[in-house]
């Protein structure tokens, strides 16, 4: 099978920083894959790599199964040469081109006749809805219409794969909302390979068919949002995707037993080989009471958002903040005394490293 993208060993370092540790990555063709990780944690450098804009320190790309670039074998495919489009989060328009010249352009370098860049632009104006601004310059169009613009512009030479970087964080929420949607019907009418770039996980939900969660440089799950969500493979995950996250406790082995904090706790299914490990449980799964009990943890109110009919309720402990989803909420103290319940089994449990275990 021929891949949209393959990444092999993939390494990016600049001085003492490690921007990309041997990323492995195959995207298929046709996918609306999102990188999905929080600043700093490499999805920029990953992307910028792909368009050619940085050369790896390590490792190799290929394209639609051709090598773009291998630093074991000194190939390196300009940015150009790539068949691809990219967007910036900072729309990237050339000032003093109106609208029509800065789509146009790349096709007129591209080597596109006259009347063929006509017709893709007219194409291209009416998907994107910016046909009536053809004529004005940047300056003259809101941030939602210049980043229209941007996106026209790279789509426009009908290239098999685009790579977009934040493109929406610079707009207002309406707007985001609406391009997000206006993103999945261009993605279904190109045929194209996507792959976006965001620390918003509402935006990476809401998109991608392949989600890549990366952290410090590595990527720490690759799948479908279903799989991310409901099978964390690391803490990191587990502790980073959700609105809100689930729960990590961090339990150390007491002789037979484990202790959380200063307290001893019986949950079940905790591997006996281990000395410390991470148990996830989701905000539901734990219970809210007054009164002390079997694995019950003394806690502080914090804060009550409404969730539906629901209430997530945030607390302080000896062991960290915990989140708590619950039917019924009465209205407490900020700082009100309440014990939380485990349930016997935790949703997952992680090794030290953050490795899943069960
Ligand atoms: P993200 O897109 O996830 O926010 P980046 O890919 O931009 O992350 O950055 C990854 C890491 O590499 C960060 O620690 C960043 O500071 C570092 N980095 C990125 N670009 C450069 C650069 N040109 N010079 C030095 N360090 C860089």
Redesign the pocket.
Known sequence: MTFAIELSGLT?R??D????AGVDLTVENGAFCV?L????????????AVAGL?PPTSGAIRLGGKPVADVAHGVHVAPGMRDLGMVFQSYALWPHKTVRDNIAWPLKIAGVGKAERRARLAEVAEMLDIAPYLARYPAELSGGQQQRVAIARSIAPKPSLLLF??PLSNLDTQLRVEMRAELLKLHSKTGATIVY?T?DQVEAMTMATQIVV?NA?RIEQNGSTASILSDPQTAFVAGFVGNPPANLFALRRNGTGWTLGDQAIALQSLPAQHETVRAMVRPSRIGLSDQPGERRLQARFVEALPFGAQHFIQLESNVGRITVLVDDWQARDHGSALYVELPLQPDAVFDADGARLT
Request: net charge neutral; with cysteine; glycine share 14%.
């Open positions: 990016k600049y001085a920083q490690v921007a990309l990188l990780g929080p600043s700093g944690c490499g999805k920029s450098t990953l992307l910028r940085e970087d934040e770039v620390h990366m440089g």
